[in-house]
Every structure is written in structure tokens, then in C-alpha cells.
């Protein structure tokens, strides 16, 4: 089973940007649609964007486009979602997922990682 490591949250402020990174050691994420996620507390997951294996991308909330951007660097085998103009409102619990296909039904997606927090606060 292909296991998802996440990095890049941490603390930032309102207006800010992080980088963040999925990773899977030992398989080939080119092989699998990427998707981000996140999960702020009280609240349902939500999706962000992905990266399918044609190379396509889609954001699943118009309002992300245009701050977040993702991209896949196939020699790092590394999905990156970057996040700028942050808001408090994007505070979550930032999770990648691997698929057949950037699904609009998020339980298709296979593995998760653990995920990273992203906190965006003054």
C-alpha cells in the first residue's frame, strides 16, 4: 500500500505562503492522481486541488484558485501544493491522497497521509 508523508505546515501570518510537500518513498506518484485536502476543526474535509496522471489539474474551490498552486516534480517524486495570500480561514489539517482520478467523491481516494498543520494567524 503506497504510504503518503506530508511536510511543509507550520505557523504563518495572514498574508503569508508555505510550501507544502507529499511524498511516497518507495512508489512512483506519477503513477496516481495527487490530491490536497484539508480539515480545519468542526468542519468537513474539504478539497483543494489535484494533480492526475495525465498531468491536469484541477482546484475543487474556486476561491483557492489563484492563491494555491500545485505542481508535481516527477524526478523528486514530490507533489507541491503552494499557498500563498494565506488567510485565517485556511487554517486546517492539509492531507494528500492518491487515486485512479482526481474524484469529486473524496472517499474514492486510496492512501492518506498523516497530514500537516497549517496554521495562519497574526
Known amino acids: 500500500q503506497v504510504q503518503l508523508v506530508e511536510s511543509g505546515g507550520g505557523l504563518v501570518q495572514p498574508g503569508g505562503s508555505l510550501r507544502l510537500s507529499c511524498a511516497a518513498p518507495?512508489?512512483?506518484?506519477?503513477?496516481?492522481?495527487i490530491g490536497w485536502f484539508r480539515q480545519a476543526p468542526g468542519k468537513e474535509r474539504e478539497g483543494v486541488s489535484c494533480?492526475?496522471?495525465?498531468?491536469?489539474?484541477?482546484y475543487y474551490t474556486d476561491s483557492m484558485e489563484g492563491r494555491f498552486t500545485i505542481s508535481r516534480d516527477i524526478a523528486k517524486n514530490t507533489v507541491y501544493l503552494q499557498m500563498n495570500s494565506l488567510k485565517p480561514e485556511d487554517t486546517a489539517v492539509y492531507y494528500c491522497a492518491n487515486g485512479g482520478d482526481c474524484y469529486s467523491d473524496f472517499s474514492l481516494f486510496g492512501s492518506w497521509g498523516q497530514g500537516t498543520q497549517v496554521t495562519v494567524s497574526p
Open positions: 518507495g512508489f512512483a506518484l506519477y503513477d496516481y492522481a
Open positions: 494533480f492526475s496522471t495525465s498531468g491536469s489539474v484541477i
